[in-house]
């Protein structure tokens, strides 16, 4: 069974940095792209980013650019999010997801982990 | 940035009926479009890929449909299990990929 389990998240002042962890387990890791998804309290759905297979193609949304990075571990099979001065704006649950195949495009997502709450506030 | 519009926010339905549920895209995005399930406390769960193919599991009761700039997703007989929020979501062009504001399913 494929388990997507995120860790990381909290409280956190503005301005402050916060990583965010995403241990998968049940598939091949390597084998797939992977992404981050944030969702406001009682809100829609926001991508956030995208990681190749190799890390080579990664994506940002322009709302985190510059301030977020995504990265993976292959051997550990685990995903990351670092995220540098947050602003309140940047309170949601964050999810991670797995793709479709190795690249980053063309990807629905499918499964989602269970969410870690991370909020920005003084 | 391509803009998905779901309509309409609020779709109250009884138990037993049917329920459509529609998603615009701003430009064309061929059949690359999926729907996802999001019930409360839980974490979205995808229903249908490439505008019409369900995912492993999901019931024959959820149907998409569409192609280019305007999908549907119909659930026939509804259950009350199917009472959530959908959302639809364009892997077309990326970045960024782009979601529908959601469309919240309700009993009536």
């Known amino acids: 069974e494929v388990q997507l389990v995120e860790s990381g998240g909290g409280l956190v002042q503005p301005g402050r940095s916060l990583r965010l962890s995403c241990a998968a387990s049940g598939f091949t890791f390597d084998n797939y792209a992977m992404h981050w998804v944030r969702q406001a309290p009682g809100k829609g759905l926001e991508w956030v980013s995208s990681i190749s297979w190799s890390s080579g193609s990664i994506g940002y949304a322009d709302s985190v650019k510059g301030r977020f990075t995504i990265s993976r571990d292959n051997a550990k099979n685990a995903l990351y999010l670092q995220m540098n001065s947050l602003r309140p704006e940047d309170t949601a649950f964050y999810y991670c997801a797995k793709g479709k195949s190795v690249a980053s495009s063309y990807n629905w997502l499918d499964p989602w982990g269970q969410g870690t709450l991370v909020t920005v506030s003084s | 940035e391509i803009v998905m519009t779901q309509s309409p926010a609020t779709l109250s339905v009884s138990p037993g009926e049917r329920a459509t549920l529609s998603c615009r895209a701003s430009q064309s995005i061929s059949t690359n479009l999926a729907w996802y399930q999001q019930k409360p406390g839980l974490s979205p769960r995808l229903l249908i890929y490439?505008?019409?193919t369900r995912a492993t599991g999901i019931p024959a009761r959820f149907n998409g449909s569409g192609s280019g700039t305007d999908f549907t997703l119909t659930i026939s007989s509804l259950q009350s299990e199917d009472f959530a929020v959908y959302y639809c979501q364009q892997y077309n062009n990326w970045p960024p990929y782009t979601f529908g504001q959601g469309t919240k399913l309700d009993i009536k």
């Open positions: 490439d505008a019409s």
